[in-house]
């Protein structure tokens, strides 16, 4: 599977951007969604997660009540909402492709996407 994100850019504090994931590939359907973001000297984290199904969901603390992580499977394509943006939320945010253990946490990762720029200012 290949992976191109997109909708990134910069926004004022309390803005919103909707990132997009688009896949290639017939096995969209079987694989989680994550997405994940890099700081600026940081480690990368993990931001949210979709299981394949679309009925289960993981948030980071930091992205609770904010995003919104979704997937049309139909479109091969997932999203993650972001609203009420924060300058912390300042990162390169990628999407990647993994197995059943992705939303648990797991380094079950089958492929990732380049990253897209997110900028929050205050």
């Known amino acids: 599977v290949q992976l191109q994100a997109s909708g990134g850019g910069s926004v004022q504090a309390g803005g919103s951007l909707g990132l997009s994931c688009a896949a290639s590939?017939?096995?969209?359907?079987?694989?989680?969604i994550g997405w994940y973001r890099q700081r600026p000297l940081k480690m990368r984290d993990r931001i949210s997660c979709?299981?394949?199904?679309?009925?289960?969901?993981y948030y980071h603390d930091s992205a609770k009540g904010r995003f919104t992580v979704s997937r049309d499977n139909a479109e091969n394509t997932a999203y993650l909402q972001m609203n009420s943006l924060e300058p912390e939320d300042t990162a390169v945010y990628y999407c990647?492709?993994?197995?059943?253990?992705?939303?648990?946490?797991?380094?079950?990762?089958?492929?990732w996407g380049q990253g897209t720029q997110v900028t929050v200012s205050s």
């Open positions: 990647v492709v993994g197995g059943i253990g992705l939303c648990r946490g797991q380094a079950d990762f089958r492929s």
């Open positions: 590939g017939s096995t969209f359907n079987i694989n989680a």
């Open positions: 979709i299981s394949s199904s679309g009925d289960s969901t």
